[in-house]
C-alpha cells in the first residue's frame, strides 16, 4: 500500500489551519522531513481539532509535508 496514505482518514493540508507559522519548528521539521524521505511516509498523524481544524501537534509533519509539496495529510481528530 502506499506508505502516505497508511493512516484513515486523508486530507488536504491547505484545509489546516496552523496557528503556529511563526513557530521555530528547525531541528523538529527536519527530523520529520528525514523520517519522510527516507521511509516515503508520516511517522504520526496531524492531530487537529475536529471542526475547526486546527493543529494541535505535528506542526513538524505539517512544515515537512509543507516543504516535500505533499498536499494530502494523515489526520487525526481531537474530539472536542
Given amino acids: 500500500s502506499n506508505g502516505w496514505l497508511e493512516f484513515r482518514r486523508v486530507l488536504f493540508r491547505s484545509r489546516l489551519v496552523n496557528e503556529n ?26 492531530v487537529v481539532k475536529k471542526g475547526s481544524l486546527v493543529i494541535v501537534s505535528g506542526h513538524d509533519q505539517y512544515a515537512a509535508a509543507q516543504e516535500l509539496g505533499i498536499n494530502n495529510v494523515p489526520i487525526s481528530y481531537l474530539e472536542n
Fill in 21 to 46: 507559522e511563526g513557530m521555530s519548528l528547525k531541528r523538529s521539521k527536519n527530523k520529520a522531513l528525514n523520517y519522510m524521505k527516507n521511509n516515503n511516509k508520516f511517522n504520526k498523524p496531524i
